[in-house]
Nanobody, 123 residues
Framework: QVQLVESGGGLVQAGGSLRLSCAASGRTFSIYGVGWFRQAPGKEREFVATIRWGGYSTDYADSVKGRFTISRNSAANTVYLQMNSLRPEDTAVYYC????????????????WGRGTQVTVSS
């Protein structure tokens, strides 16, 4: 089993920045890919960014390219999501997810999920 805990959410004004953290524990050696997803009120959960656990390959949703950066600290078993130039439409609960075999934009490829952290961007 893998446990994931997100932190770093909060309230920020438009144009501001936040850095989310996803701390992994348990059988972290089984992780291949880690993704960030988000769910806004009344909307379906959507892909944000992903990174290969053992490498540097990354991918982003078009809506966050150039503003968000995903990175990892292997020694700390932590993945980060640096969010700059935040917009009100970025308001959502942000979830971290881990997959054993793939790096994917599809949430059904991920078997482990955190409980999420709220990000609210005011205009």
């Amino acid at each position: 089993q893998v446990q994931l805990v997100e932190s770093g959410g909060g309230l920020v004004q438009a144009g501001g920045s936040l850095r989310l953290s996803c701390a992994a524990s348990g059988r972290t050696f089984s992780i291949y890919g880690v993704g960030w997803f988000r769910q806004a009120p009344g909307k379906e959960r959507e892909f944000v960014a992903t990174i290969r656990w053992g490498g540097y390959s990354t991918d982003y949703a078009d809506s966050v390219k150039g503003r968000f950066t995903i990175s990892r600290n292997s020694a700390a078993n932590t993945v980060y999501l640096q969010m700059n130039s935040l917009r009100p439409e970025d308001t959502a609960v942000y979830y971290c997810a881990a997959a054993r075999w793939v790096v994917s934009k599809l949430e059904n490829e991920y078997g482990y999920w955190g409980r999420g952290t709220q990000v609210t961007v005011s205009s």
